[in-house]
């Protein structure tokens, strides 16, 4: 078994900063795409960032050049920097991440969720 375990989050004021975590341990050979998603109440999943094991990323346009995303490849682990937080921003994010076990089943695994609140 794959797990995706998330830190961070919380309640910050509009103009803020956030860091979020997720790290993936287990059953695991590679993993590949690793990345955030976004649900706030009411709307569907949406993309914030994502980032390949060889570190090419994409953004959603609303968060570009304001969030970072890195991650770790030896530790498999996911980094997402939140800077000038806006309360648009507010949702539960989950981490994502595409993952070969060593028997070579590829798995989509996401993580439980961790609420971010921007006040304004």
């Known amino acids: 078994q794959v797990h995706l375990v998330e830190s961070g989050g919380g309640l910050v004021q509009g103009g803020g900063s956030l860091s979020l975590s997720c790290a993936a341990s287990?059953?695991?050979?590679?993993?590949?795409?690793m990345g955030w998603y976004r649900q706030a109440p009411g709307t569907q999943r949406d993309l914030v960032a994502s980032?390949?094991?060889?570190?090419?990323?994409k953004y959603g346009d609303s968060v570009k050049n304001r969030f970072i995303i890195s991650r770790d490849n030896v530790a498999n682990t996911v980094f997402l920097q939140m800077t000038s937080l806006k309360p648009e921003d507010t949702g539960l994010y989950y981490c994502?991440?595409?993952?070969?076990?060593?028997?070579?089943?590829?798995?989509?695994?996401w993580g439980q969720g961790t609420q971010v609140t921007v006040s304004s």
């Open positions: 287990g059953d695991i050979l590679i993993v590949g795409a």
């Open positions: 994502y991440a595409g993952v070969v076990n060593r028997t070579g089943y590829f798995q989509e695994l």
């Open positions: 980032i390949t094991n060889d570190g090419s990323s």
